[in-house]
């Protein structure tokens, strides 16, 4: 199936699975269901629009990339969270940096084997990760104000509905290509949208963008590691290494950064 395809399916899914918990949720804390149009309307296409945005360059980025250059170049947004904070007027402590350069020189050592040479499809997966960089600062900005569960619900509504249009107007329909990759799709729905994202709305209710952008990078670490329990891969020096630098990248920006935080008041780069 298309990438636009893909996507539809899966965001629409993710927001499915999570309807009931809003749900449970409401009855909960006895609040309104009900879509707020002043509250709701403006976070909800926003993040709706990026979220779109950036899964259709990584989706269709793929499709003339390697998976490793991939993961390195969208992993760039590491690097790019707090370049943004400083374009919004936010300033970032220097242990977020050198965290996110630690990030990234791990990143690098674990996606990219053999020389990196820059291909058209690499320049889109690279717009993706500037855009993976904008959506965090916007679930920074909106998780609290509209919660957790209703955010991710509305913003995967938001990309289904623009993938699904776009995958009408630009792609073919083959049943047998959903019936085939039935699996992908369930599990893009529930763990990837549903769970993975969701938990990060969850949890950027109080973790800086900074720190969630490191955080967040960890996944090609966890791949390397689950194709080593799972997939029975070999885990190369080089590969540990790569790991072992994007670990500490991530305890320097929150060990670091908060040590310099109270020490100092103005201590900000």
């Not at 963008?209 to 996944?219: R, Y």
Request: one cysteine or more.
């Amino acid at each position: 199936m298309g990438p636009f395809t893909f996507n539809a399916l899966r965001f629409t899914l993710g927001a499915l699975a999570l309807i009931p918990l809003l749900i449970w949720e409401g009855k909960r804390r006895k609040s309104s269901l009900q879509f707020n149009v002043k509250q709701n309307l403006v976070p909800a296409l926003l993040t709706g629009l990026v979220l779109f945005a950036g899964a259709s360059c990584q989706q269709i980025g793929l499709l003339g990339t390697t998976a490793g250059k991939a993961g390195f170049i969208t992993g760039l947004y590491v690097v790019l969270v707090p370049l943004l904070a400083l374009l919004w007027g936010r300033r970032t402590h220097r242990a977020h940096w050198l965290g996110a350069l630690l990030a990234t020189a791990g990143l690098y050592l674990l996606s990219v084997k053999r020389g990196f040479t820059i291909a058209p499809y690499d320049l889109i997966v690279l717009a993706g990760a500037f855009i993976w960089a904008g959506h965090v600062h916007l679930i920074d900005r909106y998780a609290r104000e509209v919660g957790a569960l209703r955010l991710s619900i509305l913003q995967f509504v938001i990309c289904g509905l623009l993938s699904g249009g776009a995958a009408l107007s630009f792609e073919s329909f083959d049943p047998r290509g959903v019936i085939e990759g039935i699996w992908p799709i369930i599990y893009g729905g529930f763990l990837s949208v549903g769970l993975a994202y969701t938990l990060q709305v969850v949890a950027q209710r109080r973790a800086e963008p900074a720190h969630a952008a490191i955080i967040l990078s960890l996944e090609g670490a966890f791949a390397a590691l689950g194709g080593w329990l799972v997939l029975n891969e070999l885990l190369t020096l080089r590969d540990l290494a790569g790991c072992g630098l994007m670990f500490a990248g991530m305890l320097v920006s929150q060990i670091l950064g908060k040590r310099l935080k109270s020490e100092t008041k103005g201590g900000e780069l």
